[in-house]
């Protein structure tokens, strides 16, 4: 069973923060083979939340929700399953979480999302649709999709 927090920035404790960011390196950055910089200035910054699902003292699942974004006035990212963790439905578990805040802080709002793009199919499962081409993102094909209708979840 996990446990969900959603936190705005300002409440994430140091080792909350820190499992995070680490979570997100190993998967991102260290299984994908893809060097960036991960910490790019808006974990901690405006209105922005992050969503946390944890297996006892294991970060399991996690997302953020920016609302700093230039281009969109909300955008999910950074969506990620603990490498332990998968094949128990957790991304599942993880959309709902995010979309559930969204409605919840930014009501009315349609969040936006730049999806890898082999993960097209499972974001469209909860209301999104593709609105770009495939695109290279960190040299990883990726598609901007938006939330456009409520789904069979129940979400929104």
């Keep these: 069973m996990l446990i969900w927090q959603d936190l705005h920035h300002s409440e994430l404790t140091v080792p909350q923060l820190y499992a995070l960011l680490h ?78 805040a969204c409605q919840r802080h930014w009501p009315g709002v349609a969040p936006y999302l730049s999806a890898q793009a082999h993960l097209q199919h499972f974001y469209q499962q909860f209301g999104f649709e593709p609105v770009t081409e495939v695109y290279l993102e960190d040299d990883i094909p990726h598609r901007g999709m938006a939330w456009i209708k409520n789904t069979q979840n129940n979400v929104g």
Excluded at 37 to 57: F, P, Y
């Design 23 to 100: 979570l997100r390196c190993a998967v991102f950055v260290v299984e994908q083979n893809c060097p960036y910089l991960d910490v790019d200035g808006e974990d901690l910054s405006a209105e922005n939340r992050h969503i946390l699902g944890w297996q006892g003292d294991t970060l399991a699942a996690y997302a953020r929700i920016l609302t700093s974004d230039r281009h969109h006035p909300l955008v999910i990212g950074r969506v990620i399953v603990n490498p332990a963790c998968r094949g128990q439905k957790l991304g599942n578990q993880l959309l709902e979480h995010v979309m559930a």
